[in-house]
């Protein structure tokens, strides 16, 4: 018999029922996993699943404030193993099982669950709480007119290299308009994991976006580039920029121009934007990795951020304008959430307009993508408050 | 002159209404105009069959395109004039939105309908007053940036002369015969802003009219009036303030149009609503939802049935006077 759900009735966990037949056999595994999707979501409570031979199973993920492993626990006489995690409503968490046998560990996707978010780092396993969308903006739409792209090379002295850049183009795009310039850092990644052209061609179709131009940059030297470095500031200002106003029809003024990148490329935006104040009118900062001390050098993010907190630390002792508009996003899920709630303060006190968001999700590229709608349509908005069919 | 507001026409009345006009008398052609369309003007095909394949358009987007071509200094200060023109709506609603908030934070201060003492009486009465100054700072807000626009487009036709210039006057007289000529005039929805652009630029207010009734919807009906008013409020930063953008041809005035208003506007709340009434009183704030259509004569009066917001935020309809 199964518990009635109802208000203040919590129905009891697949998980549980099935632990509470006698007996839990091979079969009776077998026909569970069959019935349920993985993880299996039940309210705000999310239960995890692995089926295999092993001594220890762990869940493994990164959000902030949870101990990183969590064991799962066999289930009795079988080779599954469960744990249960609270999940708040609209939660997308990303994760991995970690099986050790015989003294060896192995990292591993959900085998149970076909759900996969990818990034350079490889891919990952997600979970999508109760409430959780995949907003429809994100994925392909037949009926949204196609922009372009198309890949160019950029010499820089500064960087000294050629410099690979992907350029979007609008749909229905005409020598005689002028459009606003969106600079991506991490383009390619954008492009590839974060589905930005099927985002731009959207979100313009739907006059959320004013259509747009956007450059696709890619570091070379990410850690270097990327980390307030000068030169990445000079190739992007002095030598992309000019070439690029110059070819196409681009607004050409501060309020036309926004640096957009997401962890360090948040960095690279926020310090090129403070290397030149009057150049870029709005930032798109998307879980920067603004990390800082108060006191003390310890930062715990390594040699790679030593650059990023030098930089972050003298910002924050001296704020200043560095444009008109910041547009910044972060997960609540991941460690950088304090850096980035006590920034918004400091840019709010530099004179900038900041419009801050937080998503009950991670340090990932969907995150990232389910946030730009609400960015891009702030810092670029489209001409729906004109339309009137 | 007769004009004729409707609905959007995502489910078409435009054939009904124009059958029901008795247009037989006339031996010209409806004019139309689908500006709004931007790219898409020529596009016209399911126009054409609610209105019995008898119509012309008059084309003023393809026109504006050959402006800018064949007028390269007209086109380099119309668009010096859009950018003085959004930089001042920029900083309009930068104004806007202090000035809005002042409003709706006294407002959830006042109003708790309760009666009680005379000390409470009075404190709510302040609050009142406090209310309607803040109301009042807003409504001087628009109606000074309505002079701005209204003095930077003026300046901007005195100094360019477009009847002067050879490319705009052509295309001026060629629209004048058509629509002399026209059994009606039909203008479809589409982008407000360029909708009045081109309607300011090919001069349509003087010739209006001389070609029957006009019909219009959507943006189409907006362009008419003395005051665009923007409004949204399901957009991805969620409710955004009205804002004044400019005028249409005032053809019609003392009359804020809200096209979509269901879908666009939370109508359900009431008090926000009430705001945008009382800010525009005393024009009327008139609800243009599928189905709706207000015939209006010369006395500029409107009918019973007309929805409007009411100043208390309601959408009601006007009855009898």
Known sequence: MTTPAGPGVRRKLAINRLRDRRPVDTAAVDRFLARHQVPIVEGARCTFLYRGEADEVFLIHRIFGLPDHLPLRRLHGTDLWSVVLELPDGSRVEYQLEVVRDGHRMRINDPLNPNLAHSPMGSSSVCYAHGHSVPGWALFDPDARPGSLADIVVPSRALRRDCPVTLYRPARFRRTGRYPLLIVHDGGDYLRYAAAKTVLDNLIHTLDVAPLVAAFVSPGDRLAEYANSAAHARYLTAELLPRLEAELPLAGTPSGRCLMGSSFGAVAALSTAYRYPEVYGSLLLQSGSFVFTDIGHDHGGGPPFEPVVRFVNRYRAAPRRVADRMFISCGVYEPLIVPNRSMVPVFEAAGMAVRYVEARDGHSWENWRDRSREGLSWIFPGPQKYVYE | ?321
């Open chain 2, 1 to 321: 002159m007769k004009v004729i507001l409707l609905g959007p026409q995502r489910r078409p009345t435009l054939d009904a209404v124009v059958r029901s006009l008795d247009l037989s008398g006339r031996s010209g052609a409806v004019a139309t105009i689908t500006a709004g369309w931007q790219d898409r003007e020529s596009d016209d095909g399911e126009l054409s069959g609610l209105l019995g394949g008898r119509d012309v358009n008059l084309e003023l987007y393809r026109r504006w395109l050959e402006v800018a071509e064949l007028d390269p200094d007209y086109a380099a200060a119309e668009r010096r004039l859009a950018d003085e023109l959004a930089e001042r709506q920029d900083s309009y609603l930068l104004r806007l939105d202090h000035a809005l908030r002042a409003v709706y934070a006294l407002q959830r201060r006042s109003g708790s309908g309760r009666s009680g003492s005379a000390g409470q009486r009075g404190r709510e009465r302040l609050r009142a007053e406090a209310v309607d100054e803040a109301l009042a700072a807003v409504r001087e807000l628009d109606a000074a940036h309505l002079r701005r626009v209204d003095a930077a487009r003026g300046e901007f036709f005195a100094d360019l002369r477009p009847h002067d210039r050879p490319v705009i006057a052509r295309h001026r007289d060629q629209v004048a015969d058509m629509l002399g000529e026209a059994a009606a005039l039909v203008l479809a929805g589409g982008h407000v802003g360029v909708l009045a652009d081109v309607l300011h630029l090919f001069n349509l207010a003087p010739v209006l009219g001389s070609g029957g009734p006009v019909i219009a919807w959507s943006a189409g009906a907006m362009a008419l009036t003395d005051r665009i008013v923007l409004f949204g409020d399901r957009s991805p930063q969620g409710p955004g303030h009205p804002e004044v953008y400019g005028a249409g041809l005032s053809v019609l005035r003392d009359v804020v149009l809200l096209p979509h208003a269901r879908s666009r506007l939370r109508l359900e709340d009431a008090a926000r609503m009430e705001v945008f009434a009382r800010r525009f009183a005393p024009a009327r704030c008139v609800l243009l939802d599928q189905g709706t259509r207000i015939e209006l004569g010369g006395d500029g009066g409107w009918p019973p049935g007309t929805r409007v917001l009411a100043a208390d935020g309601h959408a009601t309809a006007l009855e009898a006077a």
